[in-house]
């Protein structure tokens, strides 16, 4: 068994790696971005061995593993999540997998914390997946601040956000020499 993200292995061959977090991997930690923007990142399974399974792809630019996560007036956009043949891909700007026994690939860690989310005034869009946001936790929905959000892909079961702005295309342009005070 390949454990979470990973592909099953055959008798003879490894299955695939699981790419996690294009830019940021949280394990357990505290995570604060501010003013900051995530563009372009990808996160991809690998290829499984000789009839295995391919890992799956999450989190194009922030993968969050049973962590503190907060994010405020950001853009994470334009990030990709791609799966090898049989994994899964989701979570093109963040995936956030709650994991409060550290179950996951035979783990254990009794005294295991729930993630915490402080995600205001960003903006989540663009990506290659079906939802710009995933997390992913036992007991939808997940707990935490959710506020002025714009995000265009997101399953409604999993959080509520305050002040929801939308989900229309922000109609943002690549990052690039615009003619600011940063070349």
Excluded at 69 to 95: E, F, K, P, R
Excluded at 148 to 154: C, D, F, Q
Aim: glycine share 20%.
């Amino acid at each position: 068994i390949g454990g979470f993200g990973g592909g099953n292995g055959s008798a003879s061959y490894g299955g695939g790696g699981a790419g996690m977090g294009g830019a940021i991997f949280n394990d357990a930690g505290s995570l604060s971005v501010v003013n900051s923007t995530f563009t372009a990142n990808s996160a991809s399974g690998g290829t499984g061995g000789n009839a295995a399974a391919g890992g799956s792809g999450f989190g194009g630019a922030i993968f969050n593993y049973s962590a503190a996560l907060s994010i405020l007036s950001s853009t994470l956009a334009h990030n990709s999540v791609t799966a090898a043949s049989g994994g899964a891909a989701d979570g093109g700007a963040l995936y956030s997998f709650d994991d409060r026994n550290c179950g996951a690939g035979g783990n254990t860690c009794p005294n295991g914390s729930a993630s915490s989310f402080d995600l205001e005034s960003s903006i989540f869009a663009g990506s290659s997946a079906a939802h710009d946001i995933v997390i992913n936790t036992d007991n939808p929905p997940a707990a935490g601040t959710f506020s002025g959000l714009i995000v265009m892909a997101r399953d409604a079961t999993q959080f509520t956000i305050a002040n929801f702005i939308g989900n229309a295309d922000p109609q943002l342009s690549p990052v690039g020499n615009h003619g600011g005070w940063t070349p």
